[in-house]
């Protein structure tokens, strides 16, 4: 696969950022130097076809920053935890090498596990890398045999996974490069040109073949502004909307019996329910007009082929995983799911079979104290109650945390509470970074962490269906290490004897792909370091089509069939069948007296949560959209707004400063701002300070776009 030139070759590599389209990257490197000196699309990649988003195209800005964190540190005595400005690192922290920071630490992570036990050290890591090593494998192998706390990694995706899960036991969704026989493509809850790009070619070939795209999301986003329809429905009410599409598609007998009949288990009970869900009561707590609500669910019954691309927006309120499985159900009730170019696409990670288990070996949770003495589990925190975690918990309260993969102190629920904790002086703090971000300010020891070029990792893929190798393109900057270096030098620290902890990348690797599943026989090391990209072995139609979910064998649910209704949910004391219930925080509730808008914390575009939000080229690119909040012009009339002026948004969790900026990207009662670094900001908070630690109804996952706040002129 490595082609070489005269002074310079082009290494394979993959984007491991938490995007769902894996890029195959080539990354051409001056031999003489050892310096990246491109990134580029793999050409070759079926997905990726030779191009990049803005955020990578520019990735040697980041990679090459002057800012980069290139040496362990440890806080100096007496420097207090808390924000630094740029430059103010040095005052705060020393320079050491990296032998005296992985002693230091091993030391104070055995005091501390000695004295209160080892569940007083919790881990918190999430995608900040989606390589399967430096994701999840030497890291957890260490946790298990120290007997930490387990971090259940819930922040991003785990109530649309347990919907997916509960109407068909696997997460799977239609190929990628099937979107092009698409006939209607409903994005629902997802920005594909903000954050899923390489999807969007295939929907313009659809769209050029006289596709319509619909999207529904209660943001203008850049796709919405593209799209065919844009049907801004209120934060929240998502289930409303798919129900209502159910009763209009079933009372004028637009299903289809057939599929229904054979593949799906409770339709009856399902069709029971939707006489509730009339168009004018769905429009009455969606805001979307009732003859909309009829036109959308006769269009989406009447296309062949029709797909919906349903993502991350609709699972991250308390309703969330509901809203994400009455859409999911969508496609059974019409049978999508029988023609090539329709079905659903929530994630295609299901479809990847990697040994996770070889890889951060829970067995090893039997070594450690609490296995040996007490003969169990470690106990698990859910991450979106990091703030609760720190301040909160006790049996035993939190002494030490582990930082790696994320940065908590700005992408993290209930900022506020996350601060007071970080701040602990009492609290032990590691944090493994690239740069000096929010969470960095809290460390007692700093370790710089390697980029995706400069190490060699597996991974799969949620937006796609091939296995990829990524080389590593160049050496480590300064010291920075890697994931699997650095936590396999430390389990050797702490005495841990086990073999395992002397694992090499590709020794993981192997492993990784050491895998029963079907669909990844005889996927290898080497057919990967040759080829960079391997389809998984998808079973397939006689024509070569991959068909999820149009025939027997498919569904992994107790009743082997797609379930409308639910007996595992039921058992667990949850809704069977899925029912419409507003969030706490949302238009419906009493709580909107006192806070009236709707607010929805976003992603940038050009930042992949709080990543790249401190690289200037990728600052430039947001300029119109940070610091801001977007508010419709009948909320700021009353209040005295103006577009330009300084604003505080506030609940009863905190306080922000913005600018309003009026326009249509929201809907009267809507207001919209986003996610980047606290330190940043105009007034040192990040969006986070006005979100909840409140989880989904299913799944336990974050609830980012319920919450009610309230403006007024600064
Ligand atoms: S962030 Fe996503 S779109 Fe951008 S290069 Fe990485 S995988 Fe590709």
């Keep these: 696969m490595p082609a070489t030139h005269s002074s310079t070759k082009v290494v394979h590599a993959v984007c491991s950022h938490d995007c769902p389209d894996s890029c195959g990257v080539l990354v051409t490197v001056d031999t003489l130097t050892g310096r990246a000196v491109k990134v580029q699309g793999d050409p070759a990649h079926p997905v990726t076809r030779g191009f990049l988003c803005g955020k990578v195209a520019k990735y040697l800005d980041r990679v090459y920053s002057p800012d980069r964190l290139l040496y362990p540190m440890r806080r100096r005595a007496g420097v207090a935890k808390g924000p630094l400005?740029?430059?103010?690192?040095?005052?705060?922290?020393?320079?050491?090498?990296?032998?005296?920071?992985?002693?230091?630490?091993?030391?104070?992570?055995?005091?501390?596990?000695?004295?209160?036990?080892?569940?007083?050290?919790?881990?918190?890591?999430?995608?900040?890398?989606?390589?399967?090593?430096?994701?999840?494998?030497?890291?957890?192998?260490?946790?298990?045999?120290?007997?930490?706390?387990?971090?259940?990694?819930?922040?991003?995706?785990?109530?649309?996974?347990?919907?997916?899960?509960?109407?068909?036991?696997?997460?799977?969704?239609?190929?990628?490069?099937?979107?092009?026989?698409?006939?209607?493509?409903?994005?629902?809850?997802?920005?594909?040109?903000?954050?899923?790009?390489?999807?969007?070619?295939?929907?313009?070939?659809?769209?050029?073949?006289?596709?319509?795209?619909?999207?529904?999301?209660?943001?203008?986003?850049?796709?919405?502004?593209?799209?065919?329809?844009?049907?801004?429905?209120?934060?929240?009410?998502?289930?409303?909307?798919?129900?209502?599409?159910?009763?209009?598609?079933?009372?004028?007998?637009?299903?289809?019996?057939?599929?229904?009949?054979?593949?799906?288990?409770?339709?009856?009970?399902?069709?029971?329910?939707?006489?509730e869900y009339s168009p004018q009561r769905v429009s009455g707590i969606t805001g979307i007009a009732a003859a909309d609500v009829v036109k959308l669910a006769r269009e989406y019954a009447t296309t062949v082929p029709a797909l919906i691309r349903v993502n991350y927006g609709v699972q991250r309120s308390e309703n969330g995983g509901t809203a994400a499985r009455a859409v999911a159900m969508l496609p059974c009730v019409t049978g999508a799911w029988m023609h090539r170019g329709g079905g659903l696409q929530f994630s295609t990670s299901g479809a990847f079979g990697f040994n996770g288990t070889a890889l951060r070996m829970p067995e090893l949770m039997q070594a450690s104290p609490l296995g040996r003495e007490a003969n169990r589990?470690?106990?698990?925190?859910n991450m979106v109650q990091l703030g609760a975690a720190l301040t909160e918990l006790s049996d035993p309260p939190?002494?030490?945390?582990?930082?790696?993969?994320?940065?908590?102190?700005?992408?993290?629920?209930?900022?506020?509470?996350?601060?007071?904790?970080?701040?602990?002086?009492?609290?032990?703090?590691?944090?493994?970074?690239?740069?000096?971000?929010?969470?960095?300010?809290?460390?007692?020891?700093?370790?710089?962490?390697?980029?995706?070029?400069?190490?060699?990792?597996?991974?799969?893929?949620?937006?796609?269906?091939?296995?990829?190798?990524?080389?590593?393109?160049?050496?480590?900057?300064?010291?920075?290490?890697?994931?699997?270096?650095?936590?396999?030098?430390?389990?050797?620290?702490?005495?841990?004897?086990?073999?395992?902890?002397?694992?090499?990348?590709?020794?993981?690797?192997?492993?990784?792909?050491?895998?029963?599943?079907?669909?990844?026989?005889?996927?290898?090391?080497?057919?990967?370091?040759?080829?960079?990209?391997?389809?998984?072995?998808?079973?397939?139609?006689?024509?070569?089509?991959?068909?999820?979910?149009?025939?027997d064998g498919w569904f992994r649910t107790p009743s082997g069939k797609a379930e409308f209704y639910s007996e595992a949910l039921a058992a667990r004391g949850q809704e069977p069948l899925p029912v419409f219930v507003p969030n706490p925080e949302s238009r419906h509730t009493a709580a909107a007296q006192s806070y009236p808008l709707e607010m929805l914390a976003r992603k940038a575009d050009n930042y992949m949560n709080s990543t790249f939000?401190?690289?200037?080229?990728?600052?430039?690119?947001?300029?119109?959209?940070?610091?801001?909040?977007?508010?419709?012009?009948?909320?700021?009339?009353?209040?005295?707004?103006?577009?330009?002026?300084?604003?505080?948004?506030?609940?009863?969790?905190?306080?922000?400063?913005?600018?309003?900026?009026v326009n249509l990207s929201v809907a009267s009662g809507v207001v919209a701002a986003q996610l980047g670094w606290n330190k940043l900001a105009a007034g040192g908070a990040g969006v986070n300070v006005l979100t909840s630690e409140r989880l989904s109804d299913i799944g336990g996952g974050a609830t980012f776009y319920s919450v009610l706040v309230e403006v007024r002129k600064a």
């Design 85 to 275: 400005r740029q430059g103010e690192e040095a005052i705060a922290f020393e320079r050491i090498g990296w032998e005296e920071a992985l002693d230091g630490i091993a030391a104070r992570l055995g005091a501390i596990s000695g004295e209160h036990g080892p569940e007083s050290i919790l881990p918190y890591s999430y995608a900040g890398t989606i390589g399967q090593l430096g994701y999840g494998s030497m890291d957890r192998r260490f946790f298990h045999r120290l007997g930490a706390s387990q971090l259940d990694r819930t922040i991003c995706s785990t109530a649309g996974e347990a919907a997916m899960l509960s109407v068909y036991g696997v997460k799977l969704g239609t190929d990628t490069e099937d979107f092009r026989h698409a006939k209607m493509i409903v994005v629902w809850g997802g920005n594909v040109h903000g954050n899923n790009v390489h999807l969007w070619p295939f929907i313009e070939e659809a769209r050029r073949n006289g596709a319509r795209l619909i999207v529904i999301d209660p943001y203008a986003t850049r796709t919405a502004k593209l799209a065919d329809w844009h049907i801004a429905i209120r934060p929240g009410t998502d289930t409303a909307l798919a129900l209502g599409m159910m009763h209009v598609i079933v009372g004028e007998g637009l299903h289809d019996a057939e599929y229904i009949a054979k593949h799906t288990h409770g339709f009856e009970q399902l069709r029971e329910t939707l006489p």
């Design 377 to 381: 589990e470690a106990r698990t925190v």
């Design 398 to 551: 939190v002494k030490a945390l582990f930082v790696y993969n994320s940065n908590p102190a700005a992408v993290a629920p209930n900022q506020n509470a996350v601060l007071r904790g970080l701040r602990r002086d009492d609290l032990f703090t590691v944090v493994h970074e690239q740069f000096f971000t929010d969470t960095a300010d809290y460390a007692d020891f700093l370790l710089p962490a390697t980029t995706f070029l400069e190490h060699k990792d597996v991974q799969g893929a949620y937006g796609h269906h091939f296995a990829q190798l990524s080389q590593q393109a160049i050496e480590p900057l300064g010291e920075a290490r890697s994931n699997v270096w650095m936590f396999g030098q430390l389990g050797q620290r702490m005495g841990f004897a086990e073999a395992c902890f002397r694992d090499t990348e590709d020794d993981l690797i192997d492993q990784a792909l050491d895998s029963d599943h079907p669909w990844m026989q005889g996927i290898t090391r080497e057919e990967l370091e040759r080829k960079g990209h391997v389809r998984l072995r998808l079973p397939c139609d006689e024509a070569g089509t991959y068909l999820p979910f149009s025939g």
């Design 613 to 661: 939000a401190n690289i200037p080229t990728h600052q430039a690119m947001e300029e119109a959209k940070s610091g801001v909040l977007e508010m419709n012009a009948s909320d700021a009339a009353p209040r005295g707004i103006a577009d330009g002026d300084a604003v505080e948004v506030f609940n009863q969790r905190g306080s922000l400063r913005l600018r309003a900026r």
